[in-house]
């Protein structure tokens, strides 16, 4: 994290006075020493002892800029509200301030051209220097606030960056992983938008995105396995929840290339970093759609990955700085509010889900639940290797088809027809005619995505309130 300290006016005009003058503490008409004046001379003069104390912060860029540290390892519970953030060079503010700000200056011409050689790679960085603030498009203090945030609460996570939406960082993974020629594998089923994505547009790169289904990924990675580039998955999948045992496919992969490393990229937008973590299981990288169980609130769209390799980070925030896709100011400072409460969410958020299935799998409207909790067999198996709870994503399957999915959404009147997920608010959608529209028939059919399902996302309100909306809406399905 880098917290940016800037001058004001009043500190460079007493900058212009003589130096015991400077030094005397100014006084207002009660007598009392003006602690602006005061703080501004601390900073000004090097002696920055933070609220208890300590040594000053690191320089770079011209700019003082430190972390919050506790000297120990702290619960994630307790990191994702501190982590990135000193108030001690925001003038004490408890929050994050926004940095609307374009362009950040140096304290010398050399220094700027130092930076510069650093960034662009002509010189390597000295040990323990931390990349200059240079332009917003490369990056900002509150991209980093909540980069360092998301960082401390995403097991074995070394670096993360911040973008303008989930489906920016996972384009901006991909055409930095996969260059023209080459192959990448990717799960069925996957988002519709990711679908879309890798099936429509990467063959304009020349890159070919092959879809494998569960039971094929041996044979898939034998045959394309020496071109490949990365193999991308999503667990849960949306929409239907199903699970991937992400230990045994990173073992898959290494037995199938052993010449290289492969990277295995994983969508973890369904969990989050409170319930699963990928990076412990073999991923290579983590994306998620920030805009939802980690915004949390559906007043933002934002996006994020995190590796184990600070490297391969900074090879993303190359392509970033290029596509121009960092997340911006203002929603940087909203994902680091949001984080702050993404435990308490998450958790209620569960807990609720996992209360209402009972009601939903009794009804005799609904054909079939999909949730963790309720897997059987090798789906369970993974689910207690991988997960720490079912989280809040319900699909439903309806006697009836679309008409029955239709009158049941119609019906709703707590529970929001939308599509996103991971709000505060409950949401449900008909993943077949919106998040999945443009799949053929085939790819749905042996997605599991039927004309019958609908995915449904938990919110925090009180659950039997919840269970009374669903109950009169699946009693509306039926007829």
């Known amino acids: 994290m880098r917290v940016v300290w800037r001058p004001s006016a009043y500190s460079r005009q007493i900058q212009r006075k003589p130096e015991k003058e400077r030094m005397k503490p100014q006084r207002r008409s009660s007598g009392r020493p003006r602690m602006g004046a005061l703080w501004e001379r601390v900073v000004r003069a090097g ?39 000193d108030p001690s060079l925001s003038v004490m503010a408890v929050r994050p301030p926004i940095y609307p700000v374009s362009t950040y200056c140096f304290a010398t011409a050399q ?33 980093e606030m909540f980069e360092d945030a998301l960082r401390s609460v995403e097991r074995g ?84 929840l199903q699970m991937i045992d992400l230990g045994s496919l990173r ?60 490297e391969l980070v900074a090879r993303f925030k190359t392509m970033r700085a290029f596509f121009g896709t960092i997340c911006e100011p203002f929603t940087a400072w909203m994902l680091q509010r949001s984080m702050a409460t993404l435990w308490l969410r998450m958790t209620k958020q569960s807990k609720n889900a996992s209360k209402l299935v009972p009601l939903l799998v009794k009804h005799p409207a ?30 439903i399957e309806l006697r009836g088809g679309r008409e029955a999915a239709f009158r049941f959404l119609d019906a709703l009147k707590r529970v929001l027809i939308a599509v996103s997920l991971g709000g505060v608010e409950s949401l449900a959608c008909h993943p077949r005619t919106t998040t999945a529209s443009e799949m053929s028939d085939d790819d749905l059919r042996v997605s599991g995505v039927t004309d019958g399902l609908v995915r449904i996302s938990i919110g925090v309100e009180y659950w039997r309130d919840l269970a009374e909306d669903l109950s009169q809406a699946l009693d509306a399905a039926a007829g």
């Open 47 to 85: 002696n920055y002892p933070g609220p208890r104390g300590g040594s000053p912060p690191p320089m770079r860029g011209g700019v003082r800029v430190a972390r919050m540290t506790s000297g120990r390892h702290v619960h994630p519970e307790t990191s994702s509200i501190s982590e990135g953030y």
């Open 157 to 240: 996570a070394a670096a993360c960056a911040a973008f303008t939406s989930g489906m920016s960082a996972i384009v901006t993974v991909v055409l930095t992983l996969a260059k023209p020629g080459k192959k990448v594998l990717y799960q069925r089923p996957v988002y519709g938008g990711t679908d879309h994505f890798f099936r429509q547009m990467l063959p304009e790169w020349n890159i070919d995105a092959i879809a494998v289904a569960e039971g094929e990924w041996q044979e898939a990675l034998a045959e394309h396995g020496p071109n490949l580039a990365f193999v991308y998955v999503e667990t849960p999948a949306n929409p239907t």
């Open 366 to 395: 609904v054909l079939r639940v999909h949730y963790p909790s309720l897997f059987e067999g090798e789906q369970a198996r993974i689910f207690q290797k991988q997960c720490r709870a079912p989280g809040s994503m319900i699909a």
């Open 251 to 310: 073992a898959e992969i290494d037995r199938a290339v052993t010449d290289r490393h492969v990277p295995m990229v994983v969508d973890n937008t369904f969990l989050g970093p409170v319930f699963q973590s990928p990076l412990e299981h073999g991923a290579d990288a983590v994306v998620y759609s920030a805009t939802k169980f980690l915004g949390g609130h559906s007043d933002l769209v934002a996006g994020a990955v995190t590796t184990r390799d600070p």
């Open 111 to 143: 220094q700027a051209a130092h930076h510069f050689e650093v960034a662009l790679g002509k010189v390597a960085a000295v040990p323990g220097e931390r990349e200059s603030l240079i332009y917003a498009r490369l990056n900002h203090p509150n991209a």
